[in-house]
């Protein structure tokens, strides 16, 4: 039956008591058993964030240039950060979009347009990219009339460049690298990826949604990184997502073009109506200027030093808990991932059957197969609860092992 709203309305405080109790059953985050949709960076962090958002929570950025100049240059601080940090050209540009999802589709939309301003037929283009890329790709190419044409990996999980080269053809616009892969945090071969895209003549683009705003401080800290921004010179576009290891309020992300030239596909422009020439850089016309302060704000504050120390605790929390699995017989991390993101198996045991029991003691992960794992993406909290994580594993494990119990559940994301 169709709920309907009340007459009169409800007073706020009786709001607030049935709200705290309808999340009752939601992930208990705050206490770092999350290891998923959340990035938790402390109460300071969130504080600055939720203060920042609610000082500009009806502000438009749609408005930004007329209305609401502070957006304007909020946003232009903060891409001009973004920028500094992937060792950008002076010619490059982007902008602040809604999440990675967003900031990918608009990549794909100015590559298509790219080609297509130089003659190109785009009708049966293709993106090119390791089977281990974000499904975002897949989604953008079926918005966008395109073709994802996915590579097996090698065995180190990480893109296959050979494979990729060999499999380039008159239809191929766009090649794709991940700084890291989702499933499994490793960092693809950008290097290798640079050099077909420029013997090519291809746009290559960089999806570091989950590293980009991690990566630079981890190299700070004496992390051995391979090469994978706009210091390449194949690279066209990088994705990167605030909302992430940025620890900004979502949805926040951003897009950056070497160029400008390389942008304008990304632009819409319409002004064949009553209101004149309308142009948005991003889907949305309008935009939560809340997003945009949230994430100036929090940048602001924790600085070159505080995203240091943070992507440090990652590090730390990530290089205990693989310690830790070696110390219980069976179980492997898969690849050799170098930041926050990282996956595992169990040789003798069904390991989503033991996430199935650390699900029931609160723990919230994602799971991946193949192969058959269970997938963390680490926040600096997450370094206060490594013991108690472990612990509760080897539980898990010793009596999945005991009643050889399996999962009928597969790999679980959304």
Not at 10 to 29: F, N, Q, V, Y
Not at 344 to 358: E, F, Q, T, W
């Amino acid at each position: 039956m169709r709920k309907s709203m009340s007459t009169t309305g409800t007073s706020w405080a009786d709001l607030k008591t049935e709200m705290t109790a309808i999340a009752e059953g939601d992930a208990d985050w705050r206490s770092g058993r999350t290891a998923v949709y959340v990035f938790n960076a402390g109460d300071d962090v969130l504080g600055v964030a939720a203060d920042a958002y609610r000082m500009f929570l009806s502000e438009n950025a749609l408005g930004a240039r007329r209305a609401f100049p502070s957006l304007a240059r909020m946003e232009g601080d903060v891409v001009q950060f973004g920028l500094s940090l992937l060792n950008a050209p002076d010619a490059a540009v982007g902008d602040m979009t809604s999440g990675g999802t967003e900031s990918i589709m608009l990549a794909v939309k100015a590559c298509r347009e790219h080609w297509r301003s130089r003659g190109r037929d785009v009708t049966d283009g293709e993106i090119l990219a390791p089977q281990s890329v974000h499904p975002a790709f897949n989604k953008a190419a079926e918005y966008l009339g395109l073709k994802v044409v996915r590579i097996a990996v090698s065995e180190d999980l990480t893109a296959d460049a050979a494979a990729m080269a060999a499999a380039v053809n008159a239809n191929t616009l766009m090649i794709v690298g991940s700084m890291p892969c989702f499933p499994y945090g490793v960092i693809d071969p950008i290097a290798d990826l640079s050099d077909i895209a420029l013997e090519h003549d291809l746009w290559l683009h960089v999806d570091a949604c989950v590293g980009g705003y991690f990566a630079p401080f981890a190299r700070l800290n004496g992390v051995n990184l391979p090469a994978f921004d706009f210091a390449l010179p194949g690279v066209s576009s990088m994705s990167a997502d605030l909302h992430k290891y940025g620890y900004a309020a979502k949805g926040a992300s951003t897009v950056f073009y070497r160029d400008e030239e390389r942008r304008k596909g990304q632009i819409f422009e319409f002004g064949d109506w009553p209101c004149g020439v309308m142009q948005t850089h991003t889907l949305p016309g309008t935009r939560p200027g809340g997003a945009i302060a949230a994430a100036w704000a929090v940048m602001n504050y924790l600085g070159v030093d505080g995203y240091r120390q943070k992507a440090q605790d990652v590090v730390t929390a990530r290089q205990r808990l693989v310690a830790g699995f070696k110390e219980i017989e069976g179980l492997e991390v898969f690849g050799a991932p170098q930041l926050g993101l990282i996956a595992y198996g169990a040789k003798d045991c069904d390991i989503h059957a033991v996430a199935d029991r650390l699900a029931a003691a609160g723990w919230v992960s994602a799971r991946i197969d193949p192969p058959r794992g269970i997938h963390l993406m680490l926040s600096p909290r997450h370094l206060d609860v490594v013991d108690d994580y472990l612990a509760d594993l080897q539980t898990a494990i010793t009596a999945v092992r005991a009643e050889g119990s399996t999962s009928a559940g597969g790999a679980v994301y959304s």
